[in-house]
C-alpha cells in the first residue's frame, strides 16, 4: 500500500507567550519568558507561587456567556487555537468532505479547575450533592476533541489521546497516520491544558517536580544548567490542521511543512521517573527517524523535552548521544519550554509547532536562561543547545521529543517544504 503525503496547513495558538500564532513565535524567537506570579488563584501560601499563564485571554469574545458554562478551561483553549487554525488553513468549510475531517486531541488531565470548583462547593456547603449538570461533560479528556468536531459539523476520526505530557504528541502522529493511510483528508490535531489551579500547582509542588524560584520566575526553567531545580507550570492550546497533501495542493492550501515520521515508545521503567540511559527516548527516536524513511544524520534540529528537570535533561541528552553519535554536535538542540513552561498535555503540540516554525523561517529558538556560570558538567560542551539566542539556520528536518509520566514517550518529525 502506498502511504499519502501529509502536511501541515494551518496553525493556532493560545500560550503563554501570546494569543497568536504570530505574537507567540515573535516573543518566542527574542527569548521572552511568559513566567509571572500566579493570578489564576492565590498562591501566595504555595512553595511555588509562579507559573507560564496565558495572559489577556476574554473567552467572551469568542463565545457567549451561556456557552462558557459548558466549557472548563482547557476546552475554551483548545477551540480558540482550533478557531485560528481553519481560519489560517483556509478550508471552504461549506465544500469539504466533513465525514473525511476528524478531530484527534491531547490533554493530560482535562477538566481539573471543574474538578476542584466542584469538590469545593460541595465540600464547604450543607453536604447535598447538588452537582452542575454540566461537571462530567466538562471534566472528562475528551471533550475538547468533542467539542472542536460539534462546532464545525467534523464527522471523522474523533478522541482525545490521554499520555501525561507526550498526549498532544501521540494526538499528532494518530492524525498523521490517519491521513497518511488514506482513512481521512484533514485532521484537526493539538491539545490543551489548564491546570494552573490550587490542586494542579498543589500536586506538583508536592512531587517536588516544580522550580521554586519565586524570587526570580522569568529566570526559573532553565534547562541543561546546574542549577535547574524543576519545570515552570504552563497552559494554553495549541492546534495544527494536518492534511493530504494532494488534497491541499488540490484546492491551493498554503503549505508550511510536511509531517514525515512519528514513534512511539515506552519507558516501561518508573511511575515518574525517566530510564536513567535514556532508553525510551532513545528507541522513540529511532523509531520515528526510520518512519521518516531518513537517518539520524539528515536531522538539523531538535526541539528537546527539556523540562528542566535534574534527571529528565540527563537522560534525554543521553538518548540524543546514543542516537546521532558524532552528529550530535551538528544538530541545533533548544528546549522552548525555557520560556513557555511545561504545558503539560499540550507541550508536543506547542513544540511541534515551534519546529514547524523554525523550518519555515530558518531561525531555532533558544534555550533562554542560561549563565556561563552555570555549566552542568553531565553535558558536553561540543552540543549546541542554542542556548539564550535564536540562531539563523537553513534546516530540512526538525524532530520534536516529548515524554509523559507512566513512561509514555512521543517522537515526531516534520520537513521543509
Known amino acids: 500500500m502506498e502511504l499519502k503525503r501529509v502536511v501541515v496547513t494551518g496553525l493556532g495558538a493560545v500560550t503563554p507567550l501570546g494569543n497568536t500564532v504570530e505574537e507567540t513565535w515573535r516573543n518566542m524567537i527574542n527569548g521572552v519568558s511568559g513566567a509571572a506570579p500566579v493570578t489564576h488563584f492565590d498562591a501566595s501560601t504555595f512553595r511555588t507561587n509562579f507559573a507560564c499563564e496565558v495572559k489577556d485571554f476574554d473567552a467572551t469574545q469568542l463565545f457567549d456567556r451561556k456557552e462558557l458554562r ?23 468549510l461549506e465544500s469539504v468532505n466533513h465525514d473525511r475531517i476528524g478531530v484527534i486531541w491531547g490533554a ?72 497518511r493511510l488514506g482513512k481521512a483528508d484533514a485532521m484537526v490535531t493539538g491539545g490543551s491544558e489548564a491546570t494552573i489551579c490550587a490542586s494542579g500547582m498543589g500536586g506538583f509542588i508536592s512531587m517536588k517536580a516544580l522550580s521554586t524560584r519565586n524570587d526570580s520566575p522569568k529566570t526559573a ?42 514513534g512511539l515508545t515506552a519507558d516501561a521503567h518508573h511511575m515518574t521517573a525517566p530510564h536513567p540511559e535514556g532508553l525510551g527516548a532513545a528507541n522513540v527516536m529511532k523509531a520515528a527517524i526510520e518512519d521518516a524513511g531518513i537517518t539520524p544524520n539528515d536531522i538539523d534540529y531538535i526541539n528537546v523535552h527539556g523540562t528542566s528537570t535534574p534527571l529528565g535533561d540527563i537522560a534525554e541528552v543521553k538518548a540524543i548521544e546514543q542516537v546521532f553519535a558524532d552528529h550530535a554536535y551538528e544538530l541545533n538542540i533548544s528546549s522552548t519550554k525555557s520560556m513557555t513552561g ?22 531555532v529558538p533558544p534555550t533562554i536562561n542560561h549563565a556561563e556560570d552555570d555549566v552542568d558538567e553531565n553535558f558536553d560542551p561540543r552540543l549546541n543547545f542554542t ?27 516534520f520537513k521543509k517544504m
Do not use: W
Request: net charge negative; with cysteine.
Open 70 to 92: 459548558k466549557y472548563d478551561l482547557f476546552t475554551q483553549y483548545a477551540l480558540a487555537a482550533a478557531a485560528q487554525a481553519v481560519t489560517d488553513s483556509a478550508m471552504d
Open 108 to 179: 493530560g488531565i482535562g477538566g481539573m479547575t471543574t474538578i476542584e470548583e466542584a469538590v469545593s462547593e460541595y465540600a464547604t456547603g450543607d453536604g447535598s450533592p447538588r452537582f452542575n449538570p454540566f461537571f462530567i461533560p466538562k471534566l472528562i479528556a475528551d471533550i475538547a476533541a468533542g467539542h472542536i468536531s460539534i462546532h464545525y459539523g467534523f464527522r471523522g476520526p474523533n478522541y482525545a489521546t490521554v499520555a501525561a505530557c507526550a498526549s498532544s504528541n501521540v494526538a499528532i502522529a494518530d492524525a498523521f497516520n490517519y491521513i
Open 221 to 262: 526553567s532553565r534547562p541543561f544548567s546546574k542549577s535547574r531545580d524543576g519545570f515552570v507550570m504552563g497552559e494554553g492550546g495549541v492546534c495544527l490542521i494536518l492534511e493530504e497533501y494532494e488534497h491541499a495542493v488540490a484546492r491551493g492550501a498554503k503549505i508550511y511543512a510536511e509531517v514525515v515520521g512519528a
Open 342 to 363: 511545561h504545558m503539560l498535555g499540550a507541550a508536543g503540540a506547542m513544540e511541534a509547532l515551534a519546529s514547524v516554525k523554525a523550518l519555515q523561517e530558518g531561525i
Open 387 to 413: 542556548f539564550n539566542k535564536a540562531q539563523k539556520r537553513d534546516m530540512k528536518y526538525a524532530l520534536s521529543n516529548t515524554f509523559g509520566f507512566g513512561g509514555h514517550n512521543a517522537s515526531v518529525i
